[in-house]
């Protein structure tokens, strides 16, 4: 593989595949062939601009992390590529596009009492399908013993506290399990047994918690670290692409590589 007339070496390819974990020693192979390339086309347009020192960081200080060759394609990026600041305007209307984004998320209170199973044991399923189902018939008909019957027979931790789960959002349980929890009422156990990877659960939400809008003052920063940082990738992607036309590349393709500094 050449970029330019310079060799990238099979040892220097081999040194690099740990960076790049894959599916397959090919895939990663070939990724860290790209990354390489691409360092290796950067290298150089720094060296044809005569950047043979990195600018230093904003602080001032050095960032012991960084490589030199990394330090060089920094300083490159940054006399290269220069993007323009989001404005007012920009942020909010992004803000008023995106306004699912920009919200507080829902909350909920649930108690569960858990039975565990492995879902390859295909009898230990059975007998806590079988356990649950028991235990919620006694919930449906004495809703007031629930925390009792998770503080007896509940396999979570949170038997302890009478099955309480506290505040659960969006995404800090499987799938399974919020698809029942976020579509009961507030105060209503689930009708059947919750089927998840670790077992059956009999469930109960107890209150439900609406996630609100926030106001546009409160992430216009973030909007704008975004809308920065979107940009700037974008640019960095157009100038390596201006790179990789006017160079000679052999025996590895890179239209659509990123920089080894931007994954």
Known sequence: MFVNGIELSDHAINAELQYHPASSVEEAREAAARALAVRELLLQAARRLGIEEPDSLENGEADERETRDEALIRTLLAREVKTP??????CRRFYDNNLQRF???????????????????ADATARAKQQAAAALGEVLAAPQRFADLARELSACSSAAHGG????ISRGQTVPEFETFLFNIEE????????????????LRLDRRIEGR?????VVRDKIADYLREHVWRHAISQ????????AEIRGIELNGASTPLVQ
């Open 187 to 202: 105060g209503q156990t689930c009708p059947v047994p919750v089927k998840t990877r670790f077992g059956y659960h009999v």
């Open 85 to 90: 600041e989001p404005d007012e305007a920009t």
């Open 239 to 246: 100038y390596l692409q201006l790179l990789v036309g006017q």
């Open 103 to 121: 919200r507080s998320p829902d909350l909920f209170e649930a108690a569960h009492i858990l039975f565990p199973a492995d879902p390859e044991d």
């Open 164 to 167: 309480n789960l506290g505040q």
């Open 213 to 217: 809008q926030l106001p546009f003052e």
